[in-house]
């Protein structure tokens, strides 16, 4: 059963660096979580690692940018791994060929910046859906539409075969006291259609990859048992750790905020209930970072 904690302190001197997820835990998409930022300086002054893994479609200098909005001060981490890095790095391998059609809103045309770090990128040309070798979708057009709009244009790619490139495998997250749909509600759909959705962000394999490359880079080599993963999507972030064989710190108060009765803390009941419907056990829980 898992041990609902008052604070991270309680827990991190048995980790050496903590995987924490953005929306939901360190921001709510309009600005700074203070007590999970004070908690996330107070463990890196205490010799800890953090890096902020996170399932945004942007490359990390674009998620970067955007704490500096939120006012996240860059003494509360030091690396970020993006979902949008991970598939970025998919795309320019050629996993949905070369013309591709970008399912997505304008602000996310950097996620088609060049790629340095891969030796032969293939060349990645946006075209029209009827020119298209294959999708990369980076969120809905517009994040609070009805899905059934998205059916259409997912009904004529699947006629032709399409692969889906899925940058952000969220369903949703809350901006401020608005819920919206990501980039993961389209790919299911498509999958549930009968189409091939290709994921790179949590709780998929790539960016665990590249956030212990992240972690290596700074020159350190930590084993899986002293990482702490922390999140409040249990079918992202818990599911990711569980998968990856990393513990894993539950904040109740993000996405299942309704379902666990979270205000400062989970009301333990409907926290037990709702993670055995979740089919998920993770060692650790806590209302909000901090």
């Known amino acids: 059963m898992t041990r609902i904690i008052n604070s991270l302190s309680e827990i991190s001197s048995d980790y050496d660096a903590l995987f924490v997820d953005l929306w939901g835990c360190v921001h709510n998409g309009v600005k700074a979580l203070p007590d999970a930022v004070a908690a996330l300086q107070a463990y890196r002054k205490a010799g800890g690692i953090v890096v902020l893994v996170t399932n945004s479609p942007r490359p990390r200098a674009g998620v970067e940018k955007q704490l500096v909005h939120f006012e996240v001060p860059q003494d509360a981490y030091d690396a970020i791994a993006t979902s949008g890095d991970s ?23 950097r996620f ?35 899905p059934g709009t998205w059916r259409p244009d997912l009904e004529f790619a699947l006629n032709r075969g399409l692969k889906l490139l899925c940058a952000n495998p969220d369903i949703i997250v809350d901006r401020g006291d608005v819920r919206e749909w990501c980039a993961g509600a389209v790919a299911k759909m498509y999958s549930d259609m009968g189409g091939e959705s290709l994921y790179f962000g949590k709780p998929h ?66 926290l ?9 056990n993770p060692p650790f829980t806590i209302g909000h970072l901090r």
């Not at 970025?88 to 050629?94: C, E, K, N, P, V």
């Not at 770090?117 to 946006?126: K, M």
């Open 205 to 270: 394999a790539p960016i665990y990859d590249l956030a212990r490359r992240r972690l290596h880079k700074l020159g350190n080599t930590i084993p899986d048992d002293r990482i702490l993963a922390i999140g409040d999507g249990i079918l992202t972030d818990i599911k990711g750790g569980m998968d990856e064989g990393i513990d894993s710190l539950f904040i109740s108060g993000g996405l299942a905020a309704a379902e666990t009765k979270t205000v400062s803390q989970p009301d333990p009941d409907a």
């Open 272 to 280: 037990t209930t709702y993670l055995k419907s979740e089919n998920s």
């Open 87 to 109: 598939a970025r790095s998919a795309m320019y391998r050629g996993v949905v060929g070369q013309k591709v059609w970008h399912y997505g809103p304008v602000t996310d045309s």
């Open 112 to 146: 088609f910046d060049p790629l340095d770090i891969l030796e032969n990128p293939v060349e990645i040309t946006r075209v029209a859906l009827e020119d298209a070798s294959g999708i990369v979708c980076t969120g809905p057009f517009d994040a609070q539409a009805d």
